[in-house]
């Protein structure tokens, strides 16, 4: 039955067209105009039109997708789910190929974010992301998007026999540990800019159209279920494309006509979120604002607007691991399958207080659907997210929560099918009427 759910087979097939943040960014927009969203562009002049649905986006990594009301943005403030769309992963470097011994090629890779390293060894992986290539003249270059999906690549761990010790802990570079292994070659002539034939040969263009690239290592292998009940999940990236997913289904479902509803996905929320895409920047406040001119109202009636508003900023939070009980706090360790999680921390890393706290539990119960507290072991420092960072740029009410999920940052995390479709029902609550 859970295999069949609509929201479960929409989040495996969502996860397995967004391997990075860009391609997550392009599988979002292509869900939305199959729901009668338009695309708007920032550098459009946006109108007031009620009822009308619309996404934008900036640098093709972070989306805000918006569902007018009827009433103007002072009369009811909006209702904003935020996410983000990155993930710690592998990026490849400029001048990439590094040639070795025996003609084996490697790719010069740089870490995105806190990823666990040696959770990327002996997988079968491939490339996505975006190219840059020659446009209309210097300042216009054209982006395409590009997903290899073949293994091209596997980061291979050293044997044991070299390593006996290797299980006791094992301390690895950057650097000389994580390269990928992509080729054999013995033709050095065939070995010349290997990468980006490959590139242009995939986007069938000419190499020499391409200016530049951001391309990241992925995981070919695909989403899956798993437990006896099929009640687990295992992909990479569920922090944080499974709370976009459940941002997204949410606004596409949203039944509330009066009020503006707002889904906004951010990049580099792995990096500190401090990129003109990610929440650290004004450009949702910038959008906000400019709705709310456009719907007549000037500076003062966005500023009433937004002490209306209302935000839940969605990211996943740690379930409980039965291996590893003491790093857990001892009385909020939420638990697989038991639902979405508030998250609270006393020195306000999170957006949450009991104020807004109470109303996603609200929110929880009016959906008929379990929640959970998460709160950090007090020795152990926790890690930030979205919340705090955009009261930095909009001081509105929210409340952080995610879902709890084992191995954060793995090359494959873990989470419940049933809390999926729990945080959806509870997001469609608050963008009910
Ligand atoms: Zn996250």
Same mark, same amino acid.
């Given at each position: 039955m859970i295999k069949t759910h609509p929201y479960v087979k929409s989040l495996m097939q969502f996860m397995d067209a967004s391997p990075c943040n860009f391609l997550a960014v392009q599988s979002m927009k292509d869900i939305l105009i199959a729901n009668g969203f338009t695309e708007r562009r920032l550098d459009d002049k946006l109108a007031w039109k009620v009822g009308d649905k619309f996404f934008i986006t900036k640098n093709d990594s972070?989306?805000?997708?918006?569902?007018?009301?009827?009433?103007?943005?002072?009369?009811?403030?909006?209702?904003?789910?935020?996410?983000?769309?990155?993930?710690?992963?592998?990026?490849?470097?400029?001048?990439?190929?590094?040639?070795?011994e025996g003609g084996i090629v490697r790719l010069n890779t740089e870490v995105y974010g806190g990823p666990i390293l040696y959770t990327w060894f002996?997988?079968?992986?491939?490339?996505?992301?975006?190219?840059?290539?020659?446009?209309?003249?210097?300042?216009?270059?054209?982006?395409?998007?590009?997903?290899?999906?073949?293994?091209?690549?596997?980061?291979?761990?050293l044997a044991i026999h070299f390593n006996r010790a290797v299980?006791?802990?094992?301390?690895?570079?950057?650097?000389?540990?994580?390269?990928?292994?992509?080729?054999?070659?013995?033709?050095k002539l065939e070995s010349e800019n290997m990468l980006l034939k490959l590139v242009a040969s995939e986007l069938k263009i000419k190499i020499d159209e391409i200016l530049d690239f951001d391309l990241m290592l992925y995981d070919t292998e695909k989403a899956c279920l798993f437990g006896l009940n099929n009640e687990f999940i295992s992909c990479g990236r569920l922090d944080d494309l499974s709370m976009a997913h459940a941002g997204?289904?949410?606004?596409?479902?949203? @039944?509330?006509?009066?009020?503006?509803?707002?889904?906004?996905?951010?990049?580099?929320?792995?990096?500190?979120?401090?990129? @003109?895409?990610?929440?650290?920047?004004?450009?949702?406040?910038?959008?906000?604002?400019?709705?709310?001119?456009?719907?007549?109202?000037?500076?003062d009636a966005f500023s009433r607007a937004i002490a209306k508003s209302f935000m839940i900023s969605a990211d996943n939070a740690h379930a409980f691991h039965p291996n590893y009980a003491s790093k857990y706090d001892p009385t909020n360790h939420p638990a697989l399958g038991d639902g979405?999680?508030?998250?609270?921390?006393?020195?306000?890393?999170?957006?949450?207080?009991?104020?807004?706290?109470?109303?996603f539990r609200s929110l929880c119960e009016a959906a008929g659907q379990p929640f959970q507290y998460f709160v950090n072991h007090s020795d152990v420092a926790g890690g930030s997210t979205l919340g705090n960072i955009l009261t930095g740029q909009m001081d509105i009410?929210?409340?952080?929560?995610?879902?709890?999920?084992?191995?954060?940052?793995?090359?494959r995390e873990t989470a419940s099918v049933a809390d999926h479709i729990a945080m959806?029902?509870?997001? #469609? #609550?608050f963008f009910d009427k």
């Open positions: 972070a989306l805000f997708a918006f569902k007018l009301g009827k009433k103007k943005p002072d009369e009811t403030g909006f209702k904003i789910i935020a996410a983000h769309s990155d993930s710690p992963c592998f990026r490849i470097k400029p001048h990439a190929e590094m040639h070795g002996d997988r079968p992986l491939s490339i996505a992301g975006r190219v840059i290539i020659k446009g209309k003249d210097a300042l216009h270059p054209k982006t395409m998007l590009i997903k290899i999906d073949r293994p091209l690549m596997s980061i291979s761990h299980n006791d802990g094992n301390k690895l570079s950057k650097q000389t540990d994580m390269l990928p292994i992509i080729a054999k070659v013995n033709d997204i289904t949410a606004i596409i479902e949203a @039944k509330d006509d009066k009020a503006t509803c707002v889904t906004a996905i951010f990049d580099n929320e792995e990096t500190g979120s401090g990129t @003109k895409q990610g929440a650290g920047s004004p450009v949702l406040a910038n959008i906000l604002l400019r709705l709310t001119v456009a719907s007549g109202g000037n500076y979405p999680c508030i998250k609270i921390n006393a020195n306000c890393k999170y957006m949450s207080d009991a104020h807004s706290a109470a109303i009410e929210g409340v952080d929560v995610g879902n709890p999920l084992l191995a954060m940052h793995s090359a959806i029902e509870v997001m #469609k #609550k």
